[in-house]
Each structure stands twice: as C-alpha cells, then as structure tokens.
C-alpha cells in the first residue's frame, strides 16, 4: 500500500508557542490531504481537507486561525497549531488520496501534549 | 445525515473462535466502504474497500462483505497478533470524505 510519513511523531510544548506537523504522501501524489484529530477511546474527528495548491476546507467547529493548513506541493501538507493550549493536546492523524473516489492512506500520527 | 454504526464496541475471542464485525450505514451516494486496522498510538492501516453490493474481498484471515446496509469483517481463526481497533468507514456524495464509524476493539487471547 501507499505510505504517508508524519513527522513529529510526538511533540510536548508550553502552552501560547505553536507547533508546526508536516505530513509528507512518499510514493504517490496526493491531490488532497486531509487532517484528523483523534482523543483517546473515540474515533478519528475530520478537522479539514486541503487540495494542493487552494485553501483548505474546515469543518464545522475547527477553527481556521487556529488551526493553519498549507498544502504547497502534491506530497506536502502542514498542520501548524497556533499558540497551543493544553486542551489542544490530543493525537492528530493525516491522510492522503491520489484522487476522489481513490483510498485514503493514513499516516502514523502526531501526538501533541501542551503544558 | 450520512452515518457509520459499529457493532459489538469489543470484542473478546479465544485463538482460533472465528467471528464478525458489522458495519451499518447510511449514505447518500456511496462512493467505497473502507475497513482500517487502527493499532494504539498508530494511525489507521489499510484494509480493505468495497463498492457495491454483493462484494466480497479477503487478506489472510479476513474477509470483508458489503450489503446495501451493512458490511461484516469476519475473522476466521483469530491469532493474538489480529488484536486491535478495526475502524469502518463510507464516503459518499459530493463531497467524497471518509465518515467514520468509533470501531470495534477486539482482543484475542492466546
């Protein structure tokens, strides 16, 4: 199957700094990405979709200055947590799919704990 | 609403006692039916996805169905390694991203 590498895998942070999670597509182009956070015994949350190159697609309750997403290229997708609080702690998971209708591949995940 | 329901929470087996997993749901449009194996502190593995009624695909010892309202994951003759969250999930409509169901953990004792 496709691989999709995270990175950092894990993260601890003060609360107010911000924290930036790269999510790289390694052997195929990843016409959109997708970020999910995920809290302990529940199930993956969608927070946003980006297509390469326009902004990204935030769902209902995830807020967009908060949560900054930048899609640059078809292999690269960035998460960037502005001015961490420790309720932002959780474990954030990226995706990708070469296409609509295609599968989505997941990568191994990030897991962020702000003091 | 497009939505995803996963049944039994857990799942408790003995190596070696088959059984299965349902997946029902409600979607506008199904576009694929994706089953995951989530390890903890990992992100979702690939499985399988199935289109459209009556498919069946198999991996060692899994096997995915798909109906027009549910989809089984059967286990035949479990191994302690097969442990883990198994996670279903629809895409449809439009929009085309994944709705997820909160999976079913199972554990396999030896």
């Known amino acids: 199957g496709a691989v999709v590498s995270q990175h950092p895998s894990r993260v601890i942070c003060k609360s107010g700094t911000s924290v930036k999670i790269e999510c790289r597509s390694l052997?195929?182009?990843?016409?959109?990405m997708f970020w999910y956070r995920q809290f302990p015994k529940q199930s993956l949350m969608l927070m946003a979709t980006?297509?390469?190159?326009?902004?990204?697609?935030?769902e209902q309750g995830v807020e967009k200055d908060k949560f900054l997403i930048n899609h640059a290229s078809l292999t690269l997708s960035t998460l960037t947590v502005t001015s961490a609080h420790p309720e932002d702690s959780s474990f954030y998971i990226c995706?990708?799919?070469?296409?609509?209708?295609?599968?989505?591949?997941f990568g191994p995940g990030t897991r962020l704990l702000v003091l | 609403e497009d939505q995803v329901t996963q049944s039994p929470e857990a799942l408790r087996l003995q190596e070696g006692e088959s059984s299965s997993l349902n997946c029902s749901y409600t979607?506008?449009?199904?576009?694929?039916l994706f089953w995951y194996r989530q390890d903890p502190g990992k992100g979702p593995e690939f499985l399988f996805t199935?289109?459209?009624a009556g498919e069946e695909k198999e991996k060692e010892r899994l096997k995915a169905t798909l109906t027009k309202k549910e989809s089984f994951l059967h286990i035949t003759a479990p191994k302690p390694e097969d442990s883990a969250t198994y996670l279903c999930?629809?895409?449809?409509?439009?929009?085309?991203?994944?709705?997820f169901g909160k999976g079913t953990k199972l554990s396999v004792k030896p």
């Open positions: 995706s990708a799919r070469q296409g609509a209708g295609e599968t989505q591949y």
């Open positions: 052997d195929f182009q990843a016409t959109t």
């Open positions: 980006s297509n390469e190159g326009s902004k990204a697609t935030y």
């Open positions: 979607v506008s449009g199904l576009r694929g």
């Open positions: 199935l289109y459209s």
């Open positions: 999930a629809v895409q449809g409509g439009s929009q085309g991203n994944l709705i």
